[in-house]
């Protein structure tokens, strides 16, 4: 296919299909916040290190400001906002506010999907694979401990003093 | 961040790959995106033209021959690796590819990426060269090989030139390896990581993170003191930055060199 600055592209967002044109060299993330409107995926540090623009594609984990929207194309996204549903906060999310695993919330929407991830795949992780599973997730405030016991109590575990 | 503007393109074929990268100048090879998109973010290097090999299923996969030789996609991720039964014929790579960032840059980050881009601190650089690995790489004159201590040129160069891809990884059938590493985290980034592999007669050890390209260091045997003295007579010249001083890179190569032979030795009984 011929080089182009710019295509529409076709994604399905948290079961919503879009298309749009973008530039080549709009990244994801910005496709998803600016375009899309769907602001609950952050920007931490705009170099794959913190973890904050995490979303799932086509079922895979990844920094979504380490990929260009135009890469999208055809795929299958879910993003935070595609967690819980009516209203209604998942498993998971409910966790993260019973066991106090956000304080100022940056890193949460990337923190819900790489755990999300983990439990797909692992439905009783031990708290090294929970640990390890969210390393490349970045959090400020929290200290990971109490993270790590809302991933634990999500997945019906025991929650580790 | 937004990039310089850019052309992509998602070539039908490696083929097609190659002609776009071979036709245009400013034109660079896009595999898992994880030190590319970063550099053009940072605008170190701005491609006219990015060409997508994503979607390329010629690059993807593993192969296990009947000898126990490893033919590995470029294309092939991190988490590829991991979870292949195939590569489980060299546990090596699956047990370091493990250890390399976290798990979203090991679901897109590709073992063609990891040794094209050469950055001297990356975990497949030395694992490579010390499993006697060799690469293919096709251009539009054709196909060609390289062993793999001959394919790290420079810090981000290699064999594999402009207008050319590197397709495929083979590594032969062996198990006797070792890979020994202090990284600033519990995964990651490697202040010195040293592979080591006693298939194929004496130690191939393989000092990363102090040079420009990985240094194959070929000790007289396996004992500890002959792996110390071969890495110091080897007269490393690393980098002084703040993770730590040339000095202490200098003393981490010889006390890593001797885990990773030692890890080897026990993987060879
Ligand atoms: C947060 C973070 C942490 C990281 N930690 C580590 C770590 O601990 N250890 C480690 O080893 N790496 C680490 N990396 C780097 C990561 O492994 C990259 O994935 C890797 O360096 C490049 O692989 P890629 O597939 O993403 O390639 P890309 O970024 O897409 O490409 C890199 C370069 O190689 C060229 N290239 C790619 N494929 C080919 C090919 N088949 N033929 C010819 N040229 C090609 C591209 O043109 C480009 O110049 C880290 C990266 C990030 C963002
Ligand atoms: S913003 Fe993507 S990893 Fe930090
Ligand atoms: S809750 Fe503030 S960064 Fe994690």
Redo the contacts between chains.
């Keep these: 296919m011929t080089p182009e600055t710019a295509r529409t592209i076709a994604v399905d967002v948290n079961g919503v299909s879009y298309e749009r044109e973008v530039e080549a060299r709009k990244l994801l993330i910005h496709f998803l916040r600016d375009d899309l409107d769907l602001t609950g995926s952050h920007v931490g540090c705009d170099t794959g290190n913190c973890g904050a623009c995490s979303v799932l594609l086509d079922g895979v984990l990844l920094k979504s400001c380490m990929l260009l929207a135009v890469q999208a194309d055809g795929t299958s996204i879910r993003t935070v906002e595609g967690l819980g549903s009516d209203g209604e906060l998942d498993a998971l999310q409910q966790a993260f506010a019973d066991h106090h695993a956000l304080q100022c919330g940056y890193c949460t929407p990337g923190m819900l999907m790489s755990a999300s991830w983990l439990l797909e795949r692992n439905p009783r992780p031990s708290e090294e694979e929970i640990r390890r599973a969210i390393q490349g997730n970045i959090c400020r405030c929290t200290g990971y401990v109490n993270i790590v016991r809302a991933v634990q109590a999500a997945s019906g575990q025991e929650v580790s003093e | ?12 074929s490696v083929g ?1 790959a190659v002609r ?1 990268l071979a036709e ?1 100048d400013g034109a660079r090879a ?1 595999a898992g ?2 030190t590319l ?2 550099v053009m ?1 940072a605008r170190a290097a701005s491609p006219d ?4 090999l ?1 979607g390329l299923e010629e690059l993807k996969g593993i192969e296990l021959g009947p000898d126990g030789t490893l033919e590995i996609g470029a294309m092939t991720t991190y988490t590829e690796i991991v979870e292949s039964a195939e590569a489980r014929a060299r546990p090596i790579l699956g047990e370091v590819c493990a250890q390399i ?5 090991r ?2 980050g590709t073992i063609g990426g990891n040794v094209c881009s050469n950055d001297p601190t990356n975990h497949l650089p030395p694992l490579v060269v010390a499993l006697g690995g060799t690469m293919t790489i096709r251009g539009t004159g054709g196909e060609r090989t390289v062993p793999a201590e001959e394919f790290f040129l420079g810090v981000y160069m290699t064999a594999a030139g402009p207008g050319e891809l590197l397709t495929t990884v083979t590594i032969p059938a062996g198990k006797a390896d070792g890979f020994a590493s202090l990284p600033i ?4 980034t490697c202040i010195v990581n040293v592979a080591a592999s006693l298939d194929g007669g004496a130690p191939r050890v393989v000092v990363g993170c102090v040079d420009a390209v990985p240094v194959l260091v070929r000790p007289e045997s396996a004992e500890d003191d002959a792996v110390r003295g071969a890495v110091r007579a080897a007269g490393l010249q690393p980098p002084d930055d703040v993770h730590a001083p040339a000095e202490y890179r200098r003393h981490l190569a010889e006390v890593l060199a001797v885990r990773a032979v030692r890890a080897a030795k026990e993987r060879a009984s």
Aim: charged share 30%; proline share 3%.
């Design positions: 961040m937004l990039l310089r503007e850019v052309e992509y393109a998602r070539p039908a097609d776009l245009r896009l995106g994880q998109v970063n973010k033209v990015v060409v997508d994503n960032a976290d798990v979203q840059v679901n897109r985290g519990r995964d990651g």
